[in-house]
């Protein structure tokens, strides 16, 4: 009697094991690289292309204010010598102004650059996420990731998520 209890109990955990085999390999999980997709998607790289276009301007324009400093500078150092004590600092104050005015205009577009792109970025990702679920729905996957250490190539359907959203309409400007 011993023996055939002993027999039973491998056998059910044998056959539970085969059933868990069975089961795993039926599991469909997918991995898509966000990285990717937002450097290499045309959603994004229009993304990208709009944020430099947008900026573009606002950006020479604060590298020619620092061009009018520097030279602003440079004409106040050769001209120290012979100025007055008082006109030697106005015009310093001058400097130190603009320099700050500069400071404050870069940091204020840095801000907004940031922001911008935040909006632009979560805008793609939005997209990236429909068309994820899209892919999820359609393919009956059981598990898509994003963010994991390792991913095999069997499982990476980022190519595939990049096409989809290349071959997406655009939506609607706002």
């Known amino acids: 009697m011993k023996v055939s209890v002993l027999k039973l109990c491998v056998a059910a955990a ?15 999980i997918g ?15 229009a993304a990208q292309a709009k944020l430099e ?15 009018r400093l520097r030279a602003a500078g440079d004409k106040f150092e050769k001209d120290s010598p012979t100025l007055s004590e008082a006109e030697r600092g106005r015009r310093q104050r001058e400097l130190v102004e603009q320099d700050r005015d500069l400071q404050r205009k870069r940091r204020e577009l ?9 909006e632009e970025t979560a805008s793609v990702l939005e997209r990236t996420n429909r068309v994820i679920k899209q892919i999820f729905d359609s393919e009956k996957y059981d598990l898509i990731v994003q963010d994991v250490v390792f991913a095999g190539p069997r499982v990476d359907i980022t190519d595939k998520v990049i096409k989809a959203l ?6 609607a400007p706002k």
Request: aromatic share 4%; hydrophobic share 40%; glycine share 4%.
């Open 166 to 171: 290349n071959a997406a309409p655009a939506p």
């Open 53 to 67: 276009a947008e900026f573009s301007k606002r950006e020479k324009e604060l590298n020619d204010q620092l061009t």
């Open 31 to 45: 991995y898509v690289n966000g990285e990717r997709v937002l450097r290499e998607a045309a959603p994004a790289r």
């Open 14 to 28: 044998a056959l539970a094991g085969a059933m868990t085999a069975a089961q795993a390999q039926e599991l469909k």
């Open 110 to 118: 840095s801000e907004y650059l940031n922001q911008r792109k935040n």
